[in-house]
T-cell receptor
Framework: AQTVTQSQPEMSVQEAETVTLSCTYD???????LFWYKQPPSRQMILVIR??????QNATENRFSVNFQKAAKSFSLKISDSQLGDTAMYFC???????????FGKGTRLHILP | EAGVTQFPSHSVIEKGQTVTLRCDPI?????LYWYRRVMGKEIKFLLH????????ESGMPNNRFLAERTGGTYSTLKVQPAELEDSGVYFC??????????FGPGTRLTVL
């Protein structure tokens, strides 16, 4: 069975700082995708970044980047120059290549403070 | 392009009643998924439609839950009869390509 663990239930950082959200996962499969989703307060969940497991290069989307350590089964999200609009619940997630269901972690609630 | 929409946004019902949740996927998305987040727990997969067919319903908790997708367009998820443990947020997602799922805002279900 696949699992995703987010060890930080809640975090707060000052605006403009850099913050890293942790995520570890477990799967015996070799082909899978990893995701970070963001759910702002009272708004819908959106995909922030996606990483294919076969790619060694870490995915980057503007101020968001990941540190993908396949051997350690770690997939952390770094947010640079954090902004007030980054305040949200962040979910780390995993999907196997052979099916479409996404397995989510419990989420990290991130507060960006002015 | 309109996103995934869900109706209602919030539903409060008594234990034993029936509730039907609706999801309208993004136009042209053949894949439609239902997920649920119970308070304090992870978001869990319920089922996956490809057009009008159930591709995977391994996450459906029991036979009180019935999902349909008439004509491969919108989908409904009916809970009958509702129990207290069914309270949570029900998310719908759709995708054109595999592994890029777009989520709706969710329906918050409260069973009293």
């Amino acid at each position: 069975a696949q699992t995703v663990t987010q060890s930080q239930p809640e975090m707060s950082v000052q605006e403009a700082e850099t913050v890293t959200l942790s995520c570890t996962y477990d799967t015996s499969e070799n082909n899978y995708y990893l995701f970070w989703y963001k759910q702002p307060p009272s708004r819908q969940m959106i995909l922030v970044i996606r990483q294919e497991a076969y790619k060694q290069q870490n995915a980057t989307e503007n101020r968001f980047s990941v540190n993908f350590q396949k051997a350690a089964k770690s997939f952390s999200l770094k947010i640079s120059d954090s902004q007030l609009g980054d305040t949200a619940m962040y979910f780390c997630a995993l999907a196997l290549n052979r099916d479409d269901k996404i397995i989510f972690g419990k989420g990290t609630r991130l507060h960006i403070l002015p | 392009e309109a996103g995934v929409t869900q109706f209602p946004s919030h539903s409060v019902i008594e234990k034993g009643q029936t509730v039907t949740l609706r999801c309208d996927p993004i136009s042209g998305h053949d894949n439609l998924y239902w997920y649920r987040r119970v308070m304090g727990k992870e978001i869990k997969f319920l089922l996956h439609f490809v057009k009008e067919s159930k591709q995977d319903e391994s996450g459906m908790p029991n036979n009180r839950f019935l999902a349909e997708r008439t004509g491969g367009t919108y989908s409904t998820l009916k809970v009958q009869p509702a129990e207290l443990e069914d309270s949570g947020v029900y998310f719908c997602a759709s995708s054109r390509d595999r592994n890029t799922q777009y989520f709706g805002p969710g329906t918050r279900l409260t069973v009293l």
